[in-house]
């Protein structure tokens, strides 16, 4: 699995909590890469995109260590037995 986080210049919660979710990915065993400034039309930044197979199986937004844990850790007992 892969999240990708969507970040852009001048977001403060991306530069704050962008360390803070990468190492609550890779404490996962997930893979995290960060793209600045997408060329896309998004609610709200940060934005993430949890990847399984090159297939999107969440995406959210915001800065909530709580929500990106619950994310993730729901993310990975679902797809334990696949």
Do not use: H
Request: charged share 30%; glycine share 10%.
């Amino acid at each position: 699995m892969q999240v990708i986080m969507m970040s852009k210049d001048g977001c403060g919660t991306c530069t704050t909590f962008g360390p803070v979710a990468k190492a609550l990915a890779e404490e996962r065993g997930i893979v995290f890469k960060v793209i600045k400034n997408p060329d896309v039309e998004l609610p709200f930044f940060p934005y993430y995109y949890l990847m399984r197979d090159g297939e999107i199986v969440e995406q959210w937004g915001g800065g909530s260590d709580k929500k990106f844990i619950r994310v993730l850790d729901r993310a990975l007992k679902k797809f334990a037995d696949s």
